[in-house]
DNA sequence: CCCTATATAGAATTTAAATTCCATTCTTCT
DNA sequence: AGAAGAATGGAATTTAAATTCTATATAGGG
């Protein structure tokens, strides 16, 4: 019945669907014209509704959709949906295209480039993800929590350990006092024990939670000291510990996790903290907004 | 059966589903607790999957969600499903809007957002730009010295201190000895002796560069240690030194940098050293595509 | 104006997914 | 340690959705 007929290579994403339907749409009957339409113009129905309820939304039989399908290429409607589906996983729509495009490159260079692409893209998502998961009052809390401190302790163990140290470096250069807790020589019970309710306690741990990172963070929550949390889930058990706390989860791509978005909040952190206590102590030269 | 059985108020939007999933977390037997992590983590796949999908993703059998999704008061799967449909039909109500949106919406948000989204920003930058600078060869070769090494030696100090000390907890889940050279107790020259032809060095240093790095480097290198370097300039004092090194520039959002790109590349590297080791010293199963 | 080819609507069928049920395995309490 | 109860895995069943089929309508050509 349809032998040969659909000449071009069936779109698989979501632009050259809508590319295709741009060129091929006058040629259609009416009843597919009034599909397409519908389809471009809700996406999300697309993806989401079962036949039906399409059907019923673009105001057509169930099997015309059907037909619309298979008159483009596909099996089926659901063969359709699939590109409508993997849109909405995909949207990052600054990103997605740059990130085809380097996909197939890698492909082409060898297993190092795969495997580079893979932490690149990784790293790509989890920031991306944080935009949506953190929201400015999170932050904002939290960085109050810190530029309220008299002394900062950053605690962080095995892989959190790195952003526990960039953050140090971050506060030293910004000019607020922060103590790296590390474990040097076993002390870090004994050098938890310094802060006091004046200052403050900024912990980063993902699963699973390093049991001497919850120990201490409880000791010092005990002891009235505020406790800022960077973890990867509302499960966490730094969680109730905390008095402010932010969901950072990081993708991973097989053997290791990402650290970027820790890292981007915690910087975060860092700078707001500091915007914060130059308010306190030194007034700017812009009242109000104090942010540029 | 279940009279009467839910105190609470189904939850019928993502946020309080979200919150009444931290509450009751814990008294949920094992299984269903499982689900309770993977449905938060994963919410994309919970709104898109079928049954059997989400049960393979989340590792449990169908049944299980099904009485997970029971056991919060829903009828079933499905109903809990249209939880995480609507988020994704409300989270980005129009496509155009938000491509158009992204800064708009932070501006909107206030400075913290804007703060956050700026280090977002600059790592993508970094990330992207990464795959442009650095080949598979580059990799390949730098990957084959580390993976020669007895010992690998790391060193990065400053903002680089960060890189070098997950790339040290990398190495050693990879099962591949690494020794972190920090400047504890002023001892970092002392230490640095202790390298010798049949291992390696890493060393991170960007601009800047800190001349304790760079002079103990160069200690190092005359002893006839190979040398890796990440360094971001084909100028920099390392280059020289260096029997590979791979050039990873790093974007900055006004304040600080992302250490982003840095990240990927020493876990590119990591990864590829602990592959080709295992082709060198315990032959693997599989011949000739030895990749994953 | 009629005949043929194509498109369409709606019912019938097929296919796939969601739910239930039951046997087995862990837990917990005595 | 043993029994009772809950939790789990997997097959069986039910339910719903997708696809196909056919009768009817519509448009285009002779």
Redesign the interface.
Known sequence: MVCGVAVTELARDFRSLREMLAQRHDGLPRRLQQVARYALDH??EM??GTVAEVAKGAGVQPSTLVRFAQSLGYGGFSELQQVF?TR??D?W???DE?LLG?RD??QA?????????G??EA??TS??R???T???AD??KA?DLLAGAETIYLLGQ??A???A??LG??LG??GLRAVLLDN?GGMLPERANLARPGDALLVISFTPYTPGTVDTTAAIAQRGVPVVAITD???SPL?PLASAWLEV?EADS???R???AS???V??L???AA?KRGVCFRLPPSPG???R
Chains 1, 2 share one sequence.
């Open positions: 996406p999300d993806a989401l589906r909405l996983r949207r729509p600054d990103y740059r380097l490159a890698a260079e060898g297993g190092a480039a795969i495997l580079l692409n932490f690149v790293s790509i920031l991306t944080l935009r949506e953190v929201s400015a932050l904002d960085a095995r892989r350990f790195a952003v140290s960039y470096y971050a250069k910004l040097a889930s509302a499960f969680v989860a097989g053997a290791f990402s650290l970027a890292l981007a909040a910087l975060t860092a700078v707001l915007e907004t104090a942010g």
